[in-house]
């Protein structure tokens, strides 16, 4: 089975709101930093937003910030984000992923995270 699958994605209407979930073993969840990152056709894969194990830390891409917010539920080893005010430039395939080092702060950098989720699609489109 997966180690992290994400659920949620849709097509939505430009101003309109998403949430998507990331669930995870526990092996896989527990004491890691987890992010999200997404990669739209033509485009190398962007960081979206991270948050640290315990949820008290998070950051945001530029792009998102005000607009998506990332939590997580330690006890039911899932991620989220929710997507608030989606533009058409929003559209991809958005990607959870869990840093390669337990207990330690999550990074904008993909290739700091080792474990991905398959996508899941979000269209924003009028």
């Known amino acids: 089975q997966a180690q992290l699958e994400e659920s949620g994605g849709g097509l939505v209407q430009p101003g309109g709101s998403l949430r998507l979930s990331c669930a995870a073993s526990a092996q896989t969840f527990s004491s890691y930093s987890m992010g999200w990152f997404r990669q739209a056709p033509g485009k190398e894969r962007e960081f979206v937003a991270h948050?640290?194990?315990?949820?008290?830390?998070?950051g945001y891409a530029d792009s998102v910030r005000g607009r998506f917010t990332i939590s997580r539920d330690n006890a039911k080893n899932t991620v989220a984000l929710q997507m608030n005010s989606l533009k058409r430039e929003d559209t991809a395939v958005y990607f959870c992923a869990r840093y390669r080092r337990p207990a330690t702060y999550g990074t904008i950098f993909a290739e700091e995270y080792n474990i991905w989720g398959q996508g899941t699609q979000v269209t924003v489109s009028s």
């Open positions: 948050i640290n194990w315990s949820g008290g830390t998070t």
